[in-house]
């Protein structure tokens, strides 16, 4: 503050105080928008974790399953869905998404992205990426008719042999202040290879015709529930990292404007005291 007048002071002030009051209306709208999408996590969850107990029930039950989108075959492409908002003031939450998926990218020979979000968009396209598709103004408020196209697409890529292998980059909602970025594989499917529970007793299901024709049904809406749970998860990761980065912004301010409002307490105290030495200064030459 050294230098600065007691009317570049003020002004100061009335600037930090207009961004405090832009910072706070941004967190307000963020928390309000937080709140819808943690009601759709909560009614997400349960339907993909079904989708995903049948699809593993299938391969544990039903020895040697052949399908198309089960199979492995030889790597020479590997393509990757980066979910990103529209928008940044969020914190790291588009840079940490984008980090995750070029850290898993450096394994593979030959990528391409379908990117979900402006910012994921923008740094790929910067880069000169290889892009099988591009998705925005959904990021926020992501509907199952988008999370549907992106799996179409997806599917088609993998059936011509576009793409020999399909990931998945978002970032789940842990809480308010925490939200994890993750990489998952949707294709080619893999059976949890774990081990069942030792005191369950085994429960043989029979799937009719056979489970090669419900995998047929169920794989496009195993992958359709996925990504629809990962826009989800993504849209209130990104309501959590931008109400977070307002509150910390506003406080900030707050701390600004204290310490400014002090500086030009310090500088008016300054101007008064010269002016009664002035005073008496001037009474005493009178004498």
Request: proline share 3%.
């Amino acid at each position: 503050m050294a230098g600065m007048g007691m009317r570049d002071i003020k002004r100061r002030i009335k600037s930090v105080n207009s961004t405090k009051q832009i910072t706070k209306a941004m967190e307000m709208v963020s928390s309000a928008k937080l709140r819808r999408a943690r009601e759709r996590v909560e009614k997400t969850r349960p339907y993909f974790d079904t989708i995903t107990a049948t699809v593993q029930d299938i391969f544990s039950s039903s020895g040697g399953v052949k399908h198309p989108f089960v199979n492995e075959r030889e790597i020479k492409k590997t393509c990757y869905i980066v979910i990103t908002a529209d928008r940044g003031l969020a914190g790291g939450y588009n840079t940490n998404a984008i980090k995750t998926a070029v850290s898993h990218m450096q394994e593979k020979e030959s990528v391409s992205v379908i990117t979900v979000g402006k910012k994921a968009r923008t740094y790929f396209k910067k880069r000169n990426y290889d892009f099988d598709g591009e998705f925005v103004q959904i990021s926020e408020n992501p509907s199952y008719t988008d999370a549907k196209q992106i799996s179409n697409l997806v599917l088609q890529l993998y059936e011509k042999e576009m793409a020999d292998e399909v990931y998945l980059v978002y970032t789940q909602f842990v809480s308010t202040i925490s939200q994890k970025p993750e990489v998952i594989r949707l294709l080619p499917l893999a059976g949890d290879k774990k081990e069942k529970d030792a005191n369950k007793e085994f429960e043989y299901v029979s799937y009719e015709p056979s489970p090669e024709d419900v995998l047929d049904y169920l794989i496009p809406k195993y992958i359709e529930s996925t990504v629809f749970g990962a826009l989800v998860e993504s849209a209130a990761s990104y309501q959590g990292a931008t109400k977070v980065a307002m509150e910390n912004a506003t406080d900030s301010a707050e701390e600004m404007i204290g310490s400014l409002t002090l500086s030009y307490n310090r500088a008016r105290q300054a101007a008064i005291t010269q002016e009664i030495a002035e005073i008496v200064g001037g009474a005493e030459a009178l004498k």
